[in-house]
């Protein structure tokens, strides 16, 4: 990877092998703790909206949950033996507060945390092995972020993972957009890991958590230009601007492992995209899509030099399909992101 005329920090040229390996020097001391857009939020801080019923019962539910210390001992291990639920499961739309209510339960635990995206812990797993994974995250409280199902091979890392973390007592608290009961739907080959769908499912017992995306709400209708997303939009670099060209950002992000992804708000305040287009295939749309989940947790603020509109960067033939979720995620944080 090296440096063009089309990515720069600042107003200076980037080597990109540099910049991957800078990254790689923060996540040497890796710790899971929730991101900068999250770390001040906590239960009292949460609106709750009282024309949604159910949404006041959801977050007292999730700050009882929170507020239980963890059980040790014998205890443990009959809970184990009898498979009750050592989990909470948060399913809801996308942009109704589901990563707040996480964060603030980290916040309020007593005991160990962790925190990570389902996408940091099933990486860690693929590059260290399941077990080291669990190591690394083992806790009194695991909160993982946006838990989805999408194959079998990250299926069964999953039951590996929620399995050995709940053997060594560890209680889980996961996010997702998905209702456990749909875990895997839409998927390829859904039915070779119809098992271990099962088995995580029962480990968790779910709580909805209703509302409206309030990304959308507070930010401008869908398919409207934001203020920093636009074919003839000029960028203005700062001292902490990465200015990249789409294709760029994409060789970029195909050689940085995804857990370094959370230390990018160490090099940059903006990502500047120049040359964005309608991704034609997936691989290249879903590598973005975990680039701009980061960048939002981060408040990394976001400027694109776009030939197509928010709702129009996935491509049709594959963007209402099994992914579909996670693209209407990014299309939401896209739409704040660039305007904050």
Known sequence: MTASP???????????DAFS?????????????PPPRFVDKRFSTYRIDPHIPGQAEAV????AFAAQARR????DWLRRRRKHPRGCYLDGDFGVGKTHLLAASWHAAPGSKTYASFAEAIHLAIRLGPQAAIESLAADLVCIDEFELDDPSNTRLADLLCDGLSNRGCRLLVTSNTVPGELGAGRLFVDQFRAQLVRISSIFTDIHVPGNDYRRSHGGESGAHPLRWHSDFTPQAGDRSLIISAAQLDQLLMHTPLTHLRHLHHLIDELCILDLDTFPEQLS????VHCIDRCYDACIRISARAHCAIDEVFH???RNWAFAKKYRRCQSRLQEACRE
């Not at 990254?23 to 899971?32: C, D, F, Q």
């Not at 007292?60 to 700050?63: D, G, H, I, R, T």
């Not at 040790?72 to 205890?75: A, E, I, L, M």
Request: no cysteine; proline share 5%; net charge positive.
């Open 6 to 16: 089309a990515a720069r920090l600042g107003h200076s040229p980037v080597d990109l």
């Open 21 to 33: 390996a800078q990254l790689a020097s923060y996540a040497s001391s890796n710790s899971w703790t």
């Open 60 to 63: 007292a539910a999730v700050q």
């Open 72 to 75: 040790r001992g014998v205890t």
């Open 285 to 288: 749309a879903l590598r973005f």
């Open 316 to 318: 049709p033939e594959y």
